[in-house]
């Protein structure tokens, strides 16, 4: 499985013949390695919660590609409204899709949909881990350091973390979290995109030491995971 960041908290997923991506806040995104128009191709779309550095360009890749988007319940109908295709879940439910398996997780974060207008501008905000190719990749999303984080221990080989602070976990409270998962990687994410998230990744991978394999990704890379 390859997985390529696009800068923030956007991740592209490929293995098994499918592509899924993650939180595709392309437009507007200062770290995005290439427009939105060169995202190739995708089978499905997973959010984790409604912010718009999050949300981004989901609805009309959706629409574009027919991808399917995965998320909570409320945000997902808002999706739906705009015309995109969607599957609604909840947080602690499980769902087989022809490219993956996706579990909800919990997050502690903020709920609002950006540009909802509907009675229902709320959703519950997730983590979610998703296994592609046989490969099981946690992006915990926005989220506070959550005793939750440890149900997840030895159920992941790959967390996408936050390390940005002040919306998120910084540094210290994401190498805890790592303590907490142990995956076998882990990828910083959600960190220098503003001022107001600036962070050292180096100091992350100090600071996690042995206990995961620190990948640290520039927008655009592939990574490949065996
Ligand atoms: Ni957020
Ligand atoms: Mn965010």
Known sequence: MTLTFLGHAAFLAEGGGKRVIFDPF???????PFPVDRVPRLDAILLSHGHSDHLGDAIPLAKRDQAIIVSAYE??????????????MQVGGTHRFPFGIVKL?????GG????????????TPCGIVLTLDGVRVYHAGDTAL???????HGAVDVMLVPIGDNYTMGVEDA???????????????????????????????????????????????PHTLS
């Open 26 to 32: 392309i437009t507007g995104n200062p770290k995005a």
């Open 75 to 88: 945000l997902v109908n808002f999706c739906v409204s705009q015309g995109a295709p969607g599957h609604k």
């Open 105 to 109: 997780v919990p997050a502690i974060h």
């Open 112 to 123: 609002a949909i950006e540009g909802s207008t509907s009675r229902e501008p709320n959703t």
């Open 146 to 152: 959550t005793m939750d984080m440890q149900l997840l």
């Open 175 to 221: 190498v805890r979290a790592v303590g907490f998962v142990e995956p076998r990687v882990v990828i910083p994410m959600h960190y220098n995109t503003w001022d107001a998230i600036a962070a050292d990744p180096q100091q992350f991978r100090r600071l996690v030491g042995t206990r995961a394999e620190v990948v640290i990704l520039e927008p655009g890379k």
